[in-house]
């Protein structure tokens, strides 16, 4: 069974550009996640979706960031524009649903560069 | 203070030492206390997770916590150059509802 698929893996832009990351979660799983590690950090939430529906973006920088997931399966998460301090790696997590810990994964993430 | 401190290293041990990571915290609401293992350019992956106190083994793996303390630990017995990867702790079951990460321990086992 496939896990998470994250694209791109890696990514360099210069400031002010948009960037889009694209998740597709492992199949049947309701919850998807993306977080934001920093280098030498764990991994921060920044929203999370049950199905099509955003249910804690409490943690997104709504000025910048923006997500979708409309039909409840594979999510873009797009950042514009892009700032320095943006430099991280963005992960993409799944689980069947919200608070099933063991059934958590994630994918391999994208690492962003903003120069 | 943070709610999850946990020293980021690196720790370097020998092959087959005994190994034993540890994290401390500050909210007494978390119930839930996770072990996972990052290796380089890859997302994190559960090893252990345990509810409350008390310890938990799998394998060459002992995860313990001691609410009283606020503080839980990660034991890996004969360690393998394998091992070699960042252990991050986490935990759950606070008011926001989310998983809270400690900055992650990078861990080398020296053939």
């Known amino acids: 069974e496939a896990g998470v698929v994250q694209s791109p893996r890696y990514k360099i832009i210069e400031k002010k550009q948009p960037v889009a990351f694209w998740c597709n979660p492992i199949?049947?799983?309701?919850?998807l996640y993306w977080y934001l590690q920093n280098l030498g950090q764990g991994p921060e939430l920044l929203i999370r979706?049950?199905?099509?529906?955003?249910?804690?973006d409490s943690q997104l920088p709504k000025d910048r960031f923006s997500a979708e997931r409309l039909k409840g399966v594979d999510s873009t998460l797009k950042i514009q524009p892009a700032e320095l301090g943006d430099s991280a790696v963005y992960l993409c997590a799944s689980s069947p649903r919200w608070r099933e810990i063991n059934e958590q994964f994630f994918g391999p993430g994208t690492r962003l560069t903003v120069l | 203070q943070k709610e999850v401190e946990q020293d980021p290293g690196p720790l370097s041990v020998p092959e087959g030492a005994i190994v034993s990571l540890n994290c401390t915290y500050s909210?007494?609401?978390?119930?839930?206390f996770m072990w996972y293992r990052q290796y380089s350019r890859k997302g994190p992956e559960l090893l252990m997770y345990?509810?409350?106190?008390g310890n938990k083994e799998d394998g060459r793996f002992t995860a313990q916590v001691d609410k009283s303390s606020k503080y839980i630990s990660l034991f890996i017995r004969d360690s393998q150059p394998s091992d070699s990867a960042t252990y991050l702790c986490?935990?759950?079951?606070?008011?926001?509802?989310?998983?809270?990460f400690g900055k992650g321990t990078r861990l080398h086992i020296l053939p």
């Open positions: 986490a935990m759950w079951g606070n008011r926001d509802d989310k998983i809270i």
């Open positions: 979706y049950e199905n099509e529906e955003a249910v804690d």
């Open positions: 199949s049947g799983h309701n919850t």
């Open positions: 909210n007494s609401a978390f119930q839930y």
């Open positions: 345990t509810y409350s106190s």
